[in-house]
């Protein structure tokens, strides 16, 4: 049958059939069973009708979470206080408080739920801050008198945190102090004894939020509509009102029975000539195709990629038993899973199937489909955009990651012996070099995006943040993403991402290999919280014994102990501040290859090499610099 005929089956059906709602409206229901949390009504809607209310709560999972439209972000409900009251925890928020890390003031800088013609925020208890880039001028001494009587911090390199606790919201003059940037972060309740002038321990990651929904918003829910907005004005989508079936029916009447059977009838021959055409396409493709005994949903679609049906890979992964996960990232958890054909793979799922979740799906497939690279993790497909879920899924590496190994559940001494350490770091930084002359960044080095196979071969991973780099230009303007510990502090300053913000990552990652020590750890003191900052510290002091791990040999074996001193000295170039004093991904490779060819010749010389390490040198210690 030819196609026009279904052309005329699908305008028939309109015609017989009665009025459909409006476009984008859908019939809701009064409340939604939201889990633990019970019941929960307007603004709230669950995320299976997220079109119903204001703010989408995600009631599958354990706890709770709702995204309240504010960069994706999603927040652990802690209690219901009322209708239009909610208790939420920031996780993110709460990392940074526990590490006391400086992340905080950047991430946090513009931090706010922005009123909209449908609703309006108000967060409490909060506290404002203000953060002031310090230059010794005499600006900054109008600035200590303008803010005397206030408490300071001023644990982060820069600038200095004013805030006054409890706090009068007094505003600051920022016509006559524009380097300081208003911050308002959530705060516990004052009570006696406390020490105020401990800034993160005022700080708080759990707070109320109350939400006031405008009258019209109130008004048009009430009268059966949905609120929305078109370029920021408010809409109140209702449905549309039809004809009544008394004189629907006297309109139609036997003509339009007639008609119904008619396309009843041209409908069971299209199918039928359908499925004989999809047989030929299927027997003409299947020997040609590698993926075609497989379900796929326009394998043709994705750059090529082979595209999975959801049901195939909820079977491989045994409907994603939480005994298969394999980890859990900011984006969604990796599922183990084996395929109809016999081979394991890791499926990553997506938490949430939003514009920002679909952009970092395709992000990671067309970088993955770009790039080819014995130490870069494969796709072996996805499922479709618009698939039930968002899945990726990948070969499996079954050796874990760099992070297990080193400080994880796999760690015992002596089982990652420095050969197989440095070959970490020349594969990792191969990887790395061979991105950066792509024109890609990865975005988010770390020990946990390290695989490892059963030969202890790296396989780099996770390439949800990594951006395509353009050529003609020095940087990439971005708000702040990646992993703390990791980030490039620079990039914090302008939220400029530069190929250099990887080799930043990369030294902290070195800095693991000859350590075994996280990459934040809250035990360590404060101002070492950081690993960077613990490494820089004891490299200053010329204390490698308190940084490198025992168990590599580093005070037994002189030629272990010569290698891990440079690869200490390399790692501190990695983590200059400044990025023109860090070298480039190509310098680094070609430093680790230099490092893992020397020799112990028992001269206690190391030879002569050439490249980036000629001009490394540890810095004098204070006494040496005493005695001169």
């Not at 997220?50 to 309240?68: A, D, M, Q, Y």
């Not at 195939?312 to 900011?330: I, M, Q, R, V």
């Not at 230009?473 to 990646?482: D, F, Y």
Request: aromatic share 10%.
């Amino acid at each position: 049958m030819p196609l026009p005929s279904f052309f005329s089956l699908f305008f028939l059906s309109h015609l017989l059939l009665p009025p459909s709602a409006g476009e984008g409206y859908k019939h809701c229901p009064d409340s939604f069973n939201c889990g633990i949390q019970g019941s929960i009504k307007f603004p709230l809607s669950s995320n299976s009708y997220p079109e119903c209310g204001l703010f989408t709560v995600n009631c599958s999972e354990p706890i709770p979470k709702i995204n309240l439209g504010l960069k994706e972000q999603w927040y652990d409900i802690i209690d219901k206080v009322q209708d239009n009251e909610i208790r939420v925890h920031d996780r993110l928020l709460g990392l940074l408080i526990n590490t006391t890390s400086c992340d905080i003031f950047s991430f946090y800088l513009n931090w706010s739920l922005y009123p909209t013609p449908s609703v309006a925020f108000t967060s409490y208890p909060t506290l404002t801050l203000f953060k002031c880039t310090t230059t010794n001028s005499e600006l900054d001494k109008q600035k200590e008198d303008y803010f005397r009587g206030n408490h300071s911090y001023s644990g982060c390199r820069g600038y200095t945190v004013y805030y006054q606790y409890p706090d009068p919201h007094r505003e600051v003059l920022t016509t006559s102090f524009p380097r300081c940037s208003v911050i308002e972060l959530p705060v516990v309740l004052p009570k006696g004894g406390q020490n105020t002038s401990d800034l993160f321990s005022i700080l708080a990651s759990e707070f109320t939020i109350r939400f006031n929904v405008s009258n019209k918003c109130s008004k048009c829910h009430r009268n059966g509509g949905q609120c929305s907005q078109d370029h920021h004005e408010f809409r109140c989508l209702k449905e549309k009102k039809g004809r009544s079936y008394s004189t629907w029916i006297l309109a139609t009447g036997i003509p339009g029975f007639v008609i119904l059977l008619l396309c009843l009838l041209i409908l069971i021959m299209w199918r039928g000539n359908k499925r004989n055409y999809t047989s030929d396409i299927s027997s003409n493709s299947t020997s040609s195709h590698p993926f075609a005994n497989e379900k796929l949903e326009g394998s043709s679609a994705y750059y090529g990629v082979p595209v999975f049906s959801y049901t195939e890979l909820e079977e491989a992964t045994h409907n994603f038993d939480p005994s298969k996960e394999l980890g859990d990232g900011g984006f969604g958890a990796v599922y183990h899973g084996k395929l109809r054909d016999g081979r394991e793979v890791a499926v990553k799922r997506f938490y949430e199937h939003r514009y920002k979740r679909v952009k970092q799906f395709m992000n990671e497939i067309e970088i993955l489909t770009y790039l080819s690279h014995p130490n870069l993790v494969t796709l072996y497909g996805c499922t479709s955009r618009k698939s039930q879920e968002l899945l990726l899924v990948y070969e499996y590496i079954p050796n874990g990651t760099v992070a297990d190994h080193l400080h994880g559940d796999r760690a015992k001494d002596g089982s990652v012996s420095w050969p197989i350490r440095m070959n970490i770091a020349i594969e990792t930084a191969s990887a790395l070099a061979y991105l950066h002359a792509s024109d890609i960044i990865h975005r988010d080095v770390k020990t946990n995006n390290i695989l490892l196979d059963k030969n202890f071969c790296v396989k780099v991973a996770d390439f949800g943040l990594s951006r395509l780099f353009p050529a003609d230009v020095t940087h990439v303007s971005t708000a702040p993403q990646g992993t703390p510990g990791y980030v490039d502090p620079e990039y914090h300053q302008c939220y400029q991402l530069t190929d250099k913000s990887d080799v930043y990552s990369f030294g902290v990652v070195l800095i693991e290999l000859i350590s075994s020590m996280p990459a934040v750890d809250i035990n360590r003191h404060r101002h070492e919280i950081n690993l960077a900052n613990f490494a820089i510290n004891r490299i200053k002091n010329r204390v490698l014994n308190e940084l490198i791990d025992p168990s590599l040999g580093f005070e037994s074996d002189s030629s272990i102990e010569r290698m891990t001193t440079s690869v200490a000295e390399l790692a501190f170039l990695c983590l200059q501040l400044g990025k023109e004093m860090r070298p480039t991904m190509d310098e680094v490779l070609e430093a680790l290859k230099e490092i893992k060819s020397y020799k112990d010749d028992n001269t206690g010389e190391i030879n002569e090499t050439g490249g980036v390490l000629k001009s490394i040198r540890l810095p004098s210690s204070p006494e040496s610099e005493d005695e001169e």
